[in-house]
């Protein structure tokens, strides 16, 4: 596609759930981003795939979260046992090759846990 | 943890008039990224400004970088009611690409 896009827009879950957002990012983009903006604040750093490979996941905060990128494309976020304070916006980058490049956003993933 | 500040966190202007942003950081960086975002939606990316570069001009935006104070600024020129959104910065801090963004300045526009 012409953009990144990530499904679903919106995910409403209750706590203890499991939920799995997607990223389909540029088409031939190297480098992927997931970053979690929440209300009122800038976006922060996840995870960042260099191909199919986890080359920073420092910003992950706990066991609970995981991503692949099994194909060197797509990109799922999993989240195991959500909380409440994973209540957030989810945000997917991707740049063509990674540092120094700009890097270009989906719409998000809006996750509610109730 | 932010990279940095923005300032201010709220701006209101009238249509017409210009808006003018500033964005502080910490650390040496390969280059800063200004973004735009309308309430609830996805990141648009506005201007890249590298670490080497003073000023960079994007139709009605001007942005500065002075890498001696770590300080940046965007400046919407002529605004108008379109332009009211959430602005911010993001530095790109040689730690493999990620970005750590400002808690960004939210603009409001007034017809």
């Known amino acids: 596609g012409a953009g990144v896009s990530q499904t679903p827009s919106n995910k409403v879950t209750e706590k203890g759930k499991y939920v799995e957002l997607r990223c389909d990012p540029i088409?031939?983009?190297?480098?992927l981003y997931w970053y979690r903006q929440s209300l009122g604040q800038g976006p922060e750093f996840l995870i960042y795939?260099?191909?199919?490979?986890?080359?920073?996941d420092s910003g992950l905060p706990n066991d609970r979260f995981f991503a692949v990128r099994p194909e060197g494309s797509v990109s799922t976020l999993k989240i195991q046992r959500t909380e409440r304070g994973d209540s957030a916006m989810y945000l997917c980058?991707?740049?063509?090759?990674?540092?120094?490049?700009?890097?270009?956003f989906g719409p998000g993933t809006r996750l509610l846990v109730l | 943890s932010q990279q940095g500040e923005e300032d201010p966190q709220a701006l209101s202007i009238q249509e017409g008039e210009n808006a003018t942003m500033n964005c502080s950081y910490k650390?040496?960086?390969?280059?800063l990224q200004w973004y735009r975002q309308n309430s609830g939606r996805g990141l648009v990316h506005l201007i890249l400004?590298?670490?080497?570069?003073r000023e960079k001009h994007s139709g009605r935006l001007r942005v500065t970088l002075d890498t001696s104070k770590k300080s940046s600024s965007l400046l919407i020129t002529a605004s108008r009611a379109a332009d009211t959104a959430s602005y911010f910065c993001?530095?790109?801090?040689?730690?493999?690409?990620?970005?750590?963004f400002g808690q960004g300045t939210e603009l409001s526009v007034k017809p």
């Open positions: 980058a991707s740049s063509l090759m990674g540092e120094g490049e700009t890097q270009y």
């Open positions: 088409s031939g983009h190297t480098a």
């Open positions: 795939f260099q191909g199919t490979g986890a080359a920073d």
């Open positions: 650390t040496s960086i390969n280059n």
């Open positions: 400004i590298r670490s080497n570069e």
């Open positions: 993001a530095t790109d801090a040689r730690q493999g690409g990620k970005l750590i």
